[in-house]
T-cell receptor, first 114, second 111 residues
Framework: NAGVTQTPKFQVLKTGQSMTLQCAQDMNHEYMSWYRQDPGMGLRLIHYSVGAGITDQGEVPNGYNVSRSTTEDFPLRLLSAAPSQTSVYFC?????????????FGPGTRLTVT | AQRVTQPEKLLSVFKGAPVELKCNYSYSGSPELFWYVQYSRQRLQLLLRHISRESIKGFTADLNKGETSFHLKKPFAQEEDSAMYYCALGQRSGNTGKLIFGQGTTLQVKP
């Protein structure tokens, strides 16, 4: 199993550009989520999904869109990038057989918006 | 409001010294607490959970409901313990469990 994979590893965007951060897992996990990691702020939940076709907002959803058309994939879209979105983004997943809150994290995507 | 506070951004100790990473929480229900660790250039991973009362890599953490704390302790720090440590609180929403993370503490163990 590859676990949770994220692409790209690094990305530089200009203000106003759009892009999609990819996240995939091969563990047949129902629950997937996106976090952003900022110095002094810890990890903050952006969006999450409890299964294909079902998504919900987390703590900091503004400026981000998600969809979940398959169990495996949970892409995060930035429609119009802003410098405030410069961060490291982590995707995580958890299956129903996994103890609650034991989430498996991807390696992260480091995004810089200039 | 549910909140997790880690008051120290950086904790620097010498190898062999005791370590205590502080974590305080605010939660109205019965809390479930966790410590996650991120070693350099590696992904975040679960270190331990309060409910299992386990010791992982020499680390322990006891839930103190009276002081609303879940401090992480190790009697003798090793250089390989150097990492970012996050305390996290499980928040139940319907059938879903979400994690609320603290700000994180960087542990630096000097030789």
């Amino acid at each position: 199993n590859a676990g949770v994979t994220q692409t790209p590893k690094f990305q530089v965007l200009k203000t106003g550009q759009s892009m999609t951060l990819q996240c995939a897992q091969d563990m047949n996990h129902e629950y997937m989520s996106w976090y952003r990691q900022d110095p002094g702020m810890g990890l903050r939940l952006i969006h999450y999904s409890v299964g294909a076709g079902i998504t919900d907002q987390g703590e900091v959803p503004n400026g981000y869109n998600v969809s979940r058309s398959t169990t495996e994939d949970f892409p995060l879209r930035l429609l119009s990038a802003a410098p405030s979105q410069t961060s490291v983004y982590f995707c995580a997943s958890r299956g129903t057989g996994t103890p609650d809150y034991e989430q498996y994290f991807g390696p992260g995507t480091r995004l810089t918006v200039t | 409001a549910q909140r997790v506070t880690q008051p120290e951004k950086l904790l620097s100790v010498f190898k062999g010294a005791p370590v205590e990473l502080k974590c305080n929480y605010s939660y109205s229900g019965s809390p479930e607490l966790f410590w996650y660790v991120q070693y350099s250039r590696q992904r975040l991973q679960l270190l331990l959970r309060h409910i299992s009362r386990e010791s992982i890599k020499g680390f322990t953490a006891d839930l103190n409901k009276g002081e609303t704390s879940f401090h992480l302790k190790k009697p003798f720090a090793q250089e390989e313990d150097s990492a970012m440590y996050y305390c996290a609180l499980g928040q139940r929403s319907g059938n879903t469990g979400k994690l609320i993370f603290g700000q994180g503490t960087t542990l630096q163990v000097k030789p």
